[in-house]
């Protein structure tokens, strides 16, 4: 009977710290600045930064997953065991980038707090045409490129029915006279300086807060990512986590880049 008691006992123990939430309290230790290292909560989303001796505090749950992550450094998951939770403390080490960005060292870049760019936003459902019982198109409104290639290769080519048979010609004569390839650029490039501005928008102010940037060198930075073999994907799985990482080791080759061109 005892050990019983001693088994539900260890049990709600556990449902009561998995439920509880503490003020994590750690430390970042690296070979070089530790200042300004992202500290984040994927699980809760909450977001914080290190200070200039590498600590940093963070609201946690047992399970939690924390991300460590920095320019300078590989990216660490640590996952908040039961000892750390009690503890209330943790301690990281973080691996240098050696071998993705060879020894480039970069001042105090990015503040802010990431998660107010990356909140689902509240807004409620618009009134749409089925609502009030009329048939309708509910889906995104189409570009003006995107008519227009939607004018010039709708329909199919050849259309074959009993005692019938139709050829679009309006289609044929634009696929031959190359107006659809010309039409399909126009909306891919389209799509791209879309989301490069929708990427501009969301993070500019964490990647450069810490740096007075001219507003022509920031988008000059913008279209070096955009030539980036992975933007479309990025943009087509669009990822606000794995985007914010990957431009932030852009940001690193684009620095290093930009002071060998002043060499």
């Not at 008691?5 to 049990?11: A, C, E, K, L, R």
């Amino acid at each position: 009977m005892k050990h019983i008691i001693y088994v539900i006992i260890g049990v709600c123990c556990c449902f009561i710290s998995n439920a509880q939430t503490i003020d994590l309290k750690g430390k970042v230790f690296a070979s070089s600045d530790i200042e300004s290292i992202h500290v984040l909560n994927v699980t809760a989303h909450e977001f914080t930064i290190t200070n200039g001796k590498g600590e940093f505090e963070i609201l946690a749950s047992v399970n939690d997953t924390i991300l460590i992550s920095s320019v300078q450094y590989i990216p660490r998951k640590i996952v908040v065991t039961q000892a750390v939770f009690k503890a209330k403390l943790m301690h990281v080490n973080l691996i240098d980038r050696v071998n993705e960005l060879d020894e480039v060292v970069v001042g105090k870049v990015l503040t802010g707090n990431l998660l107010s760019d990356i909140e689902n936003s509240e807004a409620k459902r618009d009134i749409n045409f089925y609502d009030v019982g009329i048939p309708g198109y509910t889906g995104v409104p189409k570009t003006q490129k995107e008519r227009r290639l939607y004018e010039a290769d709708a329909g199919k080519s050849i259309v074959i029915a009993p005692l019938y048979v139709g050829i679009n010609l309006h289609k044929i004569l634009n696929k031959i006279s190359g107006r659809t390839k010309k039409l399909k650029h126009a909306v891919k490039l389209e799509a791209q300086v879309n989301c490069m501005n929708k990427m501009k928008s969301e993070f500019s102010n964490l990647l450069f807060a810490n740096d007075e940037i001219q507003e022509h060198l920031i988008n000059d930075f913008f279209y070096y990512i955009a030539e980036d073999p992975k933007f479309t994907q990025y943009c087509e799985n669009y990822n606000s986590f794995e985007i914010y990482e990957f431009l932030l080791q852009k940001l690193y080759l684009y620095s290093d880049e930009k002071d060998q061109e002043k060499d």
